[in-house]
């Protein structure tokens, strides 16, 4: 096949951006940036900006590139449907005046695919954070994967609800950040991760509220190293749990140097690589949406005019992905030696039929979260471990506890990950049904955190767990599960479908109804 050159055309949101790439490099791109003149964006405006400039961004790029164009790549979702739809009509009829393949792509991907071109990485965990997305990603098998993402709003949107709150003029992210280095305190914060999910919407309020009681530096650095801590605990959790040796961040928040720093550190901490490319490719772009059309036009894919119609809420993991990125390992084994386990958050180390759980100090968070963290974590998952094993529920004997260890009986079994079948899955959900009876929430319940040996399942790593007869915390506790199910296990469905039965026999139909509607709250479900 003799090289082709695609153009590729965003406009999901702020950028209107076109760009012209083949194999090698970007050949020529154009952007226009919508400005509102108070507040955040308006998507009709937005919208109108896009079809005031398409016209003369599209122009320029191809006269600058001076090279055929071979097929018209376009953002297809997901974003503000005013916008989308601007973009696309611009496409269908370049691509039917031009007389070339039309490419829908999905814009989560394009941001991953431009990171993977521009950089060494292959196979990574990619954080992924721009104004409205907030996830946690990676490929298995035809798909990439969703392990985690915000349950309310993105944490770029975050940061910008709180710039216009204090005054500060768009766009916020940047300002937020110049004002947290000149921070003289940290205040606390509330901190939110469900298992491998995370929430903003009670940071940004607590935020607002404190920046009328202490210096708006102080607030500023505390939202940024709340934030950006909760981010790198889940990303960290997938990478222990998929056993990857890459990290990738994207997205345009990305740009923030202390995020970046901090991703350095734990990386460096773990042993594993970080990838950032340069910060032209980490913003909504045109080269992003023309490289991942390149790659999907030389997989085979052509969009119709009839599949061509947009879709706001396009989620990355409904893509299918047929140009193959390098897969390592989604289940990484034991290390060998005394230490036969490090996960996102502890050091397990083993003496005879003993094992050491050590919270480990995390370089990248601030020391007053740090402390904070660890010795809440260890007091509380010490405590139901054993009320847990009281309720019924199998977990390890606890022998001691302090400030950051808790020695426990050793259970020598595997993780469900390696072994599920429907049938333990039935199990699973007759145990977190039992769980959820007591008012006991796991808090990370994924197939990494449940064990097999000898015909009987045990819980284990009780890190985030807390008391809660709710319905709404038993649910989410479910649906991190399920997340789980859907993102490492192909007969995800069939797995689901047995662990309702068997949560049936012990917990609330309210539950299983509650963990539906909370999927449902997903950034683009």
């Known amino acids: 096949m003799s090289e082709i050159t695609i153009l590729g055309i965003e ?80 496409a269908r009829a370049l691509a039917l005046s031009l007389e070339v ?36 990603l990676a490929y298995r098998k035809g798909h990439y994967r969703v392990f985690g993402e915000t349950l309310d709003i993105g944490i770029g949107n975050a940061l910008d609800k709180f710039a216009r709150s204090v005054g500060l003029a768009h766009p916020g992210g940047p300002k937020v950040e110049e004002l947290a280095k000149q921070a003289a305190r940290y205040i606390p914060l509330p901190y939110t991760v469900k298992g491998m999910d995370f929430s903003f919407s009670g940071l940004t309020t607590a935020a607002q509220e404190s920046a009328k009681h202490f210096a708006l530096p102080d607030v500023c650095h505390s939202f940024q190293e709340t934030a950006f801590a909760m981010l790198l605990e889940v990303t960290e959790r997938a990478v222990a749990h998929t056993g990857k040796g890459e990290v990738l961040l994207a997205g345009g928040v990305g740009a923030n140097s202390r995020l970046r720093e901090m991703l350095t550190i734990m990386c460096e901490d773990r042993g594993i690589d970080f990838y950032v490319p340069e910060k032209r490719f980490m913003g909504d772009n045109g080269a992003m949406i023309a490289y991942l059309g390149l790659l999907m036009y030389k997989s085979g894919y052509r969009t119709s005019i009839a599949e061509s119609k947009v879709n706001p809420n396009f989620r990355p993991d409904e893509a299918v992905v047929r140009w193959n990125p390098e897969e390592g390992s989604m289940f990484r084994e034991e290390i060998p030696g005394t230490i036969i386990a490090s996960g996102a958050e502890a050091v397990i180390t083993l003496f005879g039929n003993t094992i050491i759980k050590t919270r480990i100090s995390k370089r990248y968070r601030l020391g007053e979260i740090d402390q904070t963290l660890r010795k809440e974590r260890t007091r509380i998952e010490a405590r139901l471990i054993s009320e847990a094993r009281r309720c019924g529920v199998p977990t390890p004997i606890i022998r001691d506890v302090s400030d950051f260890e808790i020695k426990m009986e050793y259970i020598e079994g595997i993780a469900l990950k390696k072994v599920i079948t429907p049938s333990l899955s039935e199990h699973t959900g007759e145990l977190i049904g039992r769980l959820h009876s007591y008012g006991i929430i796991h808090g990370d319940l994924t197939t990494s955190n449940i064990l097999f040996k000898d015909g009987k399942l045990y819980l284990i790593d009780f890190g985030l767990s807390y008391l809660d007869k709710t319905v709404e915390a038993r649910g989410v506790d479910v649906h991190v599960l399920f997340q789980t199910f859907e993102s490492t296990h192909e007969n995800h469905e069939e797995l689901i479908e047995a662990f309702k039965k068997g949560y049936a026999l012990m917990g609330s139909p309210e539950v299983l109804a509650r963990a539906k509607e909370i999927e449902a709250r997903g950034r683009y479900a």
């Open 11 to 90: 406009g999901t949101a702020w950028n209107l951006s076109a760009a012209i790439v083949d194999e090698k490099d970007v050949i020529a791109e154009t952007t226009a940036t919508y400005r509102p003149a108070a507040g955040g964006i308006h998507p009709r405006e937005a919208a109108q900006h896009h079809a005031n400039n398409i016209t003369k961004v599209v122009s320029e790029t191809i006269k600058k590139a001076g090279r055929k164009v071979g097929a018209v790549a376009f953002s297809q979702g997901p974003g503000l449907g005013p916008c989308l739809r601007t973009v696309a009509t611009a």
């Open 101 to 136: 393949p039309l490419i829908g792509v999905n814009h989560c991907i394009a941001h991953i695919e431009v990171g993977r071109w521009k950089t060494p990485a292959k196979d990574p965990v990619t954080l992924y954070v721009s104004g409205a997305n907030s996830q946690v």
